[in-house]
DNA sequence: AACGTGAATGTTAACGCTAACATTGCGTAC
DNA sequence: GTACGCAATGTTAGCGTTAACATTCACGTT
């Protein structure tokens, strides 16, 4: 920044101010500097501003399972946001969900001087973990259940449920059958919620949800397991993986879907108009999820502190060949 | 850190050289530090560390497509390695992969002061745009064609494409067909070179690969025209997602699959197993690819210059149902 | 007893930047 | 013509850490 300085004849402090868009720079004075800078190639560094300032212009995100396409695209979203909001991600990937191993994550991102976090861990244990965080530094779970004093984003679940079972019973369903996900997992319990309460409304059989582990071959099982039965008329899978497994195992059992069982999922995977047959499912714009997470947390970090702030982020039914006669 | 200092009646230095861990410290010195930095709740400033130090312990990861399953997974290793390895990783995702996209990408992390750069960016046209940091900043490239001067990580694709090949050919294909990914893939090249080669060592007849954009719905247009020809015995279809669109279009033109034609894949993503039917492919470890990129990286930084090194992760053929009669 | 030695600790000065206050100089009012 | 105000720029200090050099002190050597 000397240089700079020295080459146009001016103080580093009238540097630092076109550095900074101070706005009492004349518009001349700020052409030469900028010009010396590009000149001399110089570049800002962001630890000593980061001293000075104590700001490190980095958000933390805390994620789990990220190679799945759900995580992976809430996580592309934040990013971009994140790099729009003029803040650098770092992030922190867990391979199990567990308070010892988010505790964990949340230290090394505090020794990173992170001024705000993302997590992305849909554990309903981890609001427990979180609400430590509460009123110490600007967070925002998402899935994550709600947290008292932090943001919180979600899909709305329940209403995809609702929206895609309402849907197979007008189908001409009876019932429909559900394979859940874990029941640990506050997406899964939300999705349980919507489809239970459509069927009560409707005056429909409810009965036990399976219950899956989101991988494909879980929902394998839980497709054998209908398949025997023989009097499933429906089956709202809780995503669009398990209803892949599911899918493969009524096929292996001689089950025509649509023409015996109608099968849904959730999710919207790129894949799921290519299955066979291309699935109905409920889309969720992960995108927008990682958006509004951090338009939430900027918030707070602007406020300079945590805040209680909620949002919901719509879904759409995605109705495909699976589900209709 | 002077608290910390004052505490313990020590002078600041000697509480930093505990933190450095640093060897002339009396054991029972270093404890008391220890405790002192325990109950104050200490935590070392990373900015005036950087600042001094002139280390980030940063380090940049530039990604294209990071929602696929391959990209996400590479990330996923590199994260986990870059952390053993004691650094902090920092994304920048594209959404579009052109020379200038890349080179902004390369100078917002630049500006973070990152101490090297993995690209993850298989577009040919990546190596040029890097050749430039190439004697500047230590950088590995990830599928992304050779750059001079820099490290390089890459999946044998050819070695994963000749094999898969030369399994379709030995149950009894007279030739195999080829769905490519984009011209400018380093991947796609990669496969249609393997693939062309077996053919030719084999005698077998060439067709013209046929292009897709690695999308299902690409996979599927590719399908239709292979279904309309009617004397397609096997196809070699450059990833996954592709193929499945090839099973559907296969399917609903009648055509069946392993009975009719075979069908091969490339990357073995979670869902492949559970395709109709069970889809034969050639696995990547993207995971490993993560972990060598950091290797690579590590070195280069330790070393604290670029250096030319290459890294080939080897395959897998998975043969399912799709592809044996 | 004086002296060297090396382990353990202390002191000082940066690192590159911004905040806060200080100075300059020019136009305007009286 | 002096005083004032305000825009534009300059000066100084300090953010929290580590590197480099300085000091102290215990101990063995001669």
Known sequence: MADV????GLSHQTVSRVLNDHPLVRPETRERVRKAIEDLGYRPNSAARALVTRRSQTLGVITFNSTLYGPASTLFGIEQAARD???VVSIDSLTALTATSVRAALDRLAK??????IVIAPLSGTAEVLSALAGQLPAVVVEGGAVPGLGAVSVDQEAGARRVTRHLLDQGAATVWHVAGPGDWVEAEG???????VLREAGAAVHRPLRG???PSSGYQAGRR???RGDVEAVFVANDQMALGLLRAFHEAGVRVPGDVLVAGFDDVPEAAYFTPPLTTVRQDFTAVGRRSIELLVEQVAAGRPLERRAVVPVELVVRQSSTR
């Open 5 to 8: 300085a020295r080459e146009v």
């Open 85 to 87: 909001a003029g803040f």
């Open 112 to 117: 990173q001087a992170v001024e705000g976090i």
């Open 191 to 197: 999705r349980v919620l919507g489809w239970r309460r």
């Open 213 to 215: 582990t989101w991988s």
């Open 226 to 228: 209908l398949a025997d």
